[in-house]
């Protein structure tokens, strides 16, 4: 691949201007936006997540829509519904705002399940049905939901089915000392003008295009070993993890794994996988895939802590060049 990736670099230099640090965050932004997948950001208050959708949506020249989850929000008010129009007669339907590029979903655990579902809907089969009626979502189409990790209050848990349709979990974590003294300058002064690098229409063919990444056999082998061992840690001589773990991953878990890593590939302007990128991604795809036991909360052993034992346990396979040479 020559100058393929050149567009998704300068896409993340403009969002750059705009956002102090994150790397790892708009990375994945990035990753689920080409593989058409949707992200799950947890972190506390003020650390930019919104501004990030919104810089991103502007770097692409993408709409961007924001919705605040809140206890009585009904389904109608995400997707729409259909409003009587008086003078004629008719009923006319309203679309909601998921019809948008980028949806940020804010705070998504403070909403009821039945609102949940009708998102979940949205996400999976990228298109809504109001009456009798199917309306799809723009293309591209990226949701960004986050969690506040320090509240319970007034929340409810997601659904683990609705979680699994997350390709990623990201964690996002306070700036450094270094950091937060650029995002303060920053705040002081008036924000640069963002200017759109790619088009959407071009970001759909960027889609295309990453999928035909090449990924070696070994390294979809490795992907399935590393599912299957949350779900049976004792075949990697791991069995002492067995009692924190209640549930595995999910077979999305391998499956988003792959196509991850190889929109992470295309952004880094190449046409094959490399074991490493499919390490560095292994901890969001995986983490919110996990269903812990009471066990594990009374240990304080969390999904990253159990990951981690599975990775080091793991042989990494190293892809002969041959393969990745292909015609």
């Not at 949707?38 to 919705?67: D, M, N, S, Y």
């Not at 003294?181 to 295309?208: W, Y």
Request: hydrophobic share 45%.
């Amino acid at each position: 691949m020559n100058n393929a990736a050149t567009p998704m670099e300068q896409v993340l230099y403009e969002v750059k201007k705009t956002i102090v640090g994150q790397d790892a965050l708009l990375e994945r932004m990035l990753v689920a936006l080409l593989s058409r997948g949707h992200l799950l950001v947890e972190g506390v208050p003020g650390l930019a997540k919104t501004l990030a959708v919104k810089a991103l949506a502007g770097a692409i020249g993408g709409q961007f829509h924001r919705v605040q989850f809140t206890p009585d929000l009904v389904p109608a008010d995400i997707v729409g519904t259909r409003v009587y129009h008086q003078p004629s007669g008719e009923f006319q339907v309203s679309l909601g705002p998921v019809f948008t590029n980028l949806l940020l979903a804010d705070e998504i655990n403070r909403a009821p399940a039945k609102v949940q579902s009708a998102l979940l809907e949205v996400m999976q089969e990228q298109q809504v049905t109001i009456g009798r009626e199917t309306h799809r979502v723009p293309r591209p189409f990226l949701v960004m939901a986050t969690q506040n990790p320090i509240e319970s209050e007034g929340t409810y848990p997601l659904p683990e089915a609705q979680v699994d349709r997350f390709m990623m979990k990201v964690l996002v974590d306070y700036p450094s000392s270094t950091e937060e003294f650029v995002i303060v300058e920053r705040a002081i002064v008036p924000p640069p003008a963002s200017q759109a690098i790619v088009k959407t229409e071009r970001l759909v063919e960027m889609q295309t295009q990453a999928e035909r990444v090449y990924v070696d056999p070994a390294l979809i082998e490795y992907s399935v070993r590393l599912a299957t061992a949350t779900r049976r840690p004792a075949d990697v001589g791991l069995g002492d993890l067995a009692r924190y773990v209640s549930y595995g991953a999910s077979p999305r878990a391998s499956i988003n794994l792959v196509l991850a890593a190889r929109a992470l590939a295309y952004i880094r302007g190449r046409d094959y996988v490399l074991p490493n990128e499919l390490t560095e991604l292994a901890l969001d795809v995986l983490r919110h895939r996990l269903v812990l036991s009471y066990e594990a909360l009374s240990d304080d052993v969390t999904a990253d802590d159990v990951l981690n034992q599975i990775l080091a346990r793991l042989p990494v396979p190293e892809p002969s060049l041959t393969s990745m040479a292909r015609p």
